[in-house]
T-cell receptor, first 117, second 111 residues
Framework: NAGVTQTPKFRVLKTGQSMTLLCAQD?????MYWYRQDPGMGLRLIHYSVGEGTTAKGEVPDGYNVSRLKKQNFLLGLESAAPSQTSVYFCASSYSLPPEIPSNEQFFGPGTRLTVL | ELKVEQNPLFLSMQEGKNYTIYCNYSTTSDRLYWYRQDPGKSLESLFV?????AVKQEGRLMASLDTKARLSTLHITAAVHDLSATYFCAVAGGGNEKLTFGTGTRLTIIP
C-alpha cells in the first residue's frame, strides 16, 4: 500500500496563477483533510471531507477550493495564487468515527512545497 | 474554540538528559495525539491517548494524558541524537474528528 500520496512535491507559481494539488489514499478512509504548515504556526486545517461528494471549511479556507469526486482522491485548488499562500501543504486521511477504529489517527502524505512569487 | 498550546517551542538538550514537553488544551477532549516530524518530512504518528490517565511508552518516549487538567506530557528519557525532531501534539474536537495542532516543539539533542 502506498498510503497517502501527494502530487506535485514542489511547485513555484506567479501571483494570480492557478493550480490544483492532488491527494490520493489507498486505505479506504472516509475522512480526508488538507492542512497548511507555516513556520511557528503548526498545522492549520484548510478544508476537509467526511465522504465522497462532501466538503467542509476548516480554520483557514479563504483562497482555496476543494473537491472529493472519488473516495480515494481529494483535490485542493488555488484559483488565483497569492504570496501569502506560500507554504507546505499536507494531506491526511482517517477512518470515520469510532467504534470501527477507536484511535482514528490521521495518516499524512509527504507534503507539497508551494512558493508563490 | 479549541486552542492547543505547547511548551517549550524550542528545546536544546544534551544526550543522556531527561526532559518533558507539555501540551495544554482549552476545551474538553478525550483524544490526543503526538506526532513527530523530521526536517523536510511528513508527520509520523507516535502515540494516541484515548482516556484520562492513559500512558503510552515507546523506547525513550513516554506520553501521558490528564483530561481533567487538559494536559498531556511527552517525556524523553536519556535523550539520544536520533530523537532530534519537531514534536506536535494534536487534540480532537469540533466534530468529524478534526484535529487542532499545537505549534510544535523543536527538539535538538546535542552530543
Amino acid at each position: 500500500n502506498a498510503g497517502v500520496t501527494q502530487t506535485p512535491k514542489f511547485r513555484v507559481l506567479k501571483t494570480g496563477q492557478s493550480m490544483t494539488l492532488l491527494c490520493a489514499q489507498d486505505m479506504n478512509h472516509e475522512y480526508m483533510y488538507w492542512y497548511r504548515q507555516d513556520p511557528g504556526m503548526g498545522l492549520r486545517l484548510i478544508h476537509y471531507s467526511v465522504g465522497e461528494g462532501t466538503t467542509a471549511k476548516g480554520e483557514v479556507p479563504d483562497g482555496y477550493n476543494v473537491s472529493r469526486l472519488k473516495k480515494q482522491n481529494f483535490l485542493l485548488g488555488l484559483e488565483s495564487a497569492a504570496p501569502s499562500q506560500t507554504s507546505v501543504y499536507f494531506c491526511a486521511s482517517s477512518y470515520s468515527l469510532p467504534p470501527e477504529i477507536p484511535s482514528n489517527e490521521q495518516f499524512f502524505g509527504p507534503g507539497t512545497r508551494l512558493t508563490v512569487l | 474554540e479549541l486552542k492547543v498550546e505547547q511548551n517549550p517551542l524550542f528545546l536544546s538538550m544534551q544526550e543522556g538528559k531527561n526532559y518533558t514537553i507539555y501540551c495544554n488544551y482549552s476545551t474538553t477532549s478525550d483524544r490526543l495525539y503526538w506526532y513527530r516530524q523530521d526536517p523536510g518530512k511528513s508527520l509520523e504518528s507516535l502515540f494516541v491517548l484515548l482516556s484520562n490517565g492513559a500512558v503510552k511508552q515507546e523506547g525513550r518516549l513516554m506520553a501521558s494524558l490528564d483530561t481533567k487538567a487538559r494536559l498531556s506530557t511527552l517525556h524523553i528519557t536519556a535523550a539520544v541524537h536520533d530523537l532530534s525532531a519537531t514534536y506536535f501534539c494534536a487534540v480532537a474536537g469540533g466534530g468529524n474528528e478534526k484535529l487542532t495542532f499545537g505549534t510544535g516543539t523543536r527538539l535538538t539533542i546535542i552530543p
